[in-house]
């Protein structure tokens, strides 16, 4: 069985995600229109929505009853 590579992160989620996303505004902002573009912006809704889910997995809502 292949070992596995892991490695402790040394940032949060929800920062890793936000840098993610200036990064890749950055980018899309100065790439010409066309299919790189449109990848980009897919990857940029796609943290979006991984923002929220992880936002409302993460409310006080949310945590077991005690």
Known sequence: MP??????????????LFDFLAEARQKA???PE???REKMIK???SAKTA???DAW???P??????
């Open 29 to 31: 902002e100065h790439t």
């Open 3 to 16: 070992h596995r590579r892991r490695y402790k992160q040394t940032k949060p989620f929800q920062d890793r």
């Open 34 to 36: 066309g299919m790189e």
């Open 43 to 45: 990857k940029i809704e």
């Open 61 to 66: 809502k949310m945590q077991r009853p005690k």
């Open 51 to 53: 923002a929220r889910i």
């Open 57 to 59: 997995a993460n409310s």
